[in-house]
């Protein structure tokens, strides 16, 4: 069993930056693509980034890249995403998740077998 526990969510204005994290615990981390996901009101849950377990390959949604940054330290068991020049609509409920063992990337939710609880990000105008 994996238990996420992410943090980093809170409010901040049109052009400002946040920082999430995400923690795992129970497996061997390093070993895992991760991947993080986001969903707005009334929307399905969109990819946004996903990382090579050992963090030598990234990729992003297009409308994030250039603006969003995951990255990870093993040695932490922790996942990063660093999110700047925010816009109002990447207010989102964001999630981080694990991808099945053996994928090197997850591009869909449904590569991914656990999931965090999730942390809230609000972008005003």
């Known amino acids: 069993q994996v238990q996420l526990v992410e943090s980093g969510g809170g409010l901040v204005q049109a052009g400002g930056s946040l920082r999430l994290s995400c923690t795992a615990s129970?497996?061997?981390?390093?070993?895992?693509?991760m991947g993080w996901f986001r969903q707005a009101p009334g929307k399905e849950r969109e990819f946004v980034a996903t990382?090579?377990?050992?963090?030598?390959?990234?990729y992003y949604t297009d409308s994030v890249k250039g603006r969003f940054t995951i990255s990870r330290d093993n040695a932490k068991n922790t996942v990063y995403l660093q999110m700047n020049s925010l816009k109002p609509e990447d207010t989102a409920v964001y999630y981080c998740?694990?991808?099945?063992?053996?994928?090197?990337?997850?591009?869909?939710?449904?590569?991914?077998?656990?999931w965090g609880q999730g942390t809230q990000v609000t972008v005003s105008a």
């Open positions: 129970g497996r061997t981390f390093s070993s895992y693509a």
């Open positions: 990382i090579t377990s050992s963090g030598d390959s990234t």
């Open positions: 998740a694990v991808a099945a063992l053996g994928l090197r990337v997850g591009l869909q939710w449904r590569d991914y077998n656990f």
